[in-house]
T-cell receptor
Framework: ETGVTQSPTHLIKTRGQQVTLRCSSQ?????VSWYQQALGQGPQFIFQ???????GRGNFPPRFSGLQFPNYSSELNVNALELDDSALYLC?????????????FGPGTRLLVL | KNEVEQSPQNLTAQEGEFITINCSYS?????LHWLQQHPGGGIVSLFM???GKKKHGRLIATINIQEKHSSLHITASHPRDSAVYIC??????????FGAGTRLTVKP
């Protein structure tokens, strides 16, 4: 158990809808990173939030957006869902977000877009 | 072409065997992570390396910065080691790139 929680665990949406995924970071951590993992592939970096500001972004379109709250929990929002958005979405928290730091992963949210 | 290449993609071993999983990357990094992912998706961080070698129990991770290569070794493998092992490289801009993973099955 890493102390990082995500909700919901599973979600089914239809194309064009919007979805919000949530992540609570481990106590004492002020950085949350989000990743998308398609079936059979490694995770891909979506973005990172550090102290409520976006602190790095991967190659994802603007319809992927996020928020971090004062308690350092975070949301990932995806608008205009596409079939290819079906994946496992993972969040990971770390103490300061430096690249040379262990990340603690949540169990993931499995999203299916029909 | 993925920036992070892992080999082999799949590996089946008998209990007790010594296992090596390799990872190569193409550009300079600030750190390399080895992760373990069990069925159902949960990921556990095993090692973070920026140089040299680290050991934890039966697991050993090494990195050669000049050759842009890292290896994860498992000694005296056990069926509970069965999982997907993922190599991930971290850059100074907080971006991380992941390998596709190596699926390890250890048979009793």
């Amino acid at each position: 158990e890493t102390g990082v929680t995500q909700s919901p665990t599973h979600l089914i949406k239809t194309r064009g809808q919007q979805v919000t995924l949530r992540c609570s970071s481990q106590s004492g951590h002020n950085t949350v990173s989000w990743y998308q993992q398609a079936l059979g592939q490694g995770p891909q970096f979506i973005f990172q939030y550090y102290r409520e500001e976006e602190n790095g972004r991967g190659n994802f379109p603007p319809r992927f957006s996020g928020l971090q709250f004062p308690n350092y929990s975070s949301e990932l929002n995806v608008n205009a869902l596409e079939l290819d958005d079906s994946a496992l979405y993972l969040c990971a928290s770390s103490r300061t977000g430096r690249s040379q730091e262990t990340q603690y992963f949540g169990p993931g949210t499995r999203l299916l877009v029909l | 072409k993925n920036e992070v290449e892992q080999s082999p993609q799949n590996l089946t071993a008998q209990e007790g065997e010594f296992i090596t999983i390799n990872c190569s990357y193409s550009v300079g990094i600030s750190a390399l992570h080895w992760l373990q992912q069990h069925p159902g998706g949960g990921i556990v961080s095993l090692f973070m390396l920026s140089s040299g070698k680290k050991k934890h129990g039966r697991l050993i991770a090494t990195i050669n910065i000049q050759e842009k290569h890292s290896s994860l070794h498992i000694t005296a493998s056990h069926p509970r080691d069965s999982a997907v092992y993922i190599c991930a490289v971290a850059y100074n801009n907080n971006d991380m790139r992941f390998g596709a993973g190596t699926r390890l099955t250890v048979k009793p």
